[in-house]
Nanobody, 117 residues
Framework: QVHLMESGGGLVQPGGSLRLSCAAS????????WSWYRQAPGKERELVAR???????NYADSVKGRFSISRDKATNIIYLKMDSLRPEDAGVYYC???????????WGQGTQVTVSS
């Protein structure tokens, strides 16, 4: 089973940028989808961005135009570039992947993002 590990979280001021990384333990080039979710204290986990095998992407309305998901097939790393960060973007960000459309979700351990002045 593939394992995922996120990195790149931290403290950033409003308006700043961060790039999160999600490293997979094995070749995932043919996996169905990779996603970034986030969970703020007291709130449900929500989908932030998703990229599919063919490269199609989906974004939550709240991050469109500010966040960008991408993947490096050679290194099996998924990225989430976050610009113009807002306090409401804070939370634990989780990486997720599915090997096929009906497969089990595989989650990373999460990385904390704090947006504060």
């Amino acid at each position: 089973q593939v394992h995922l590990m996120e990195s790149g979280g931290g403290l950033v001021q409003p308006g700043g940028s961060l790039r999160l990384s999600c490293a997979a333990s094995k070749n995932t080039v043919n996996f169905y989808s990779w996603s970034w979710y986030r969970q703020a204290p007291g709130k449900e986990r929500e989908l932030v961005a998703r990229i599919f095998t063919a490269g199609r992407t989906n974004y939550a309305d709240s991050v469109k135009g500010r966040f960008s998901i991408s993947r490096d097939k050679a290194t099996n790393i998924i990225y989430l570039k976050m610009d113009s960060l807002r306090p409401e973007d804070a939370g634990v960000y989780y990486c997720d992947t599915q090997e096929d459309p009906f497969g089990t979700d595989v989650w990373g351990q999460g990385t904390q993002v704090t947006v504060s002045s």
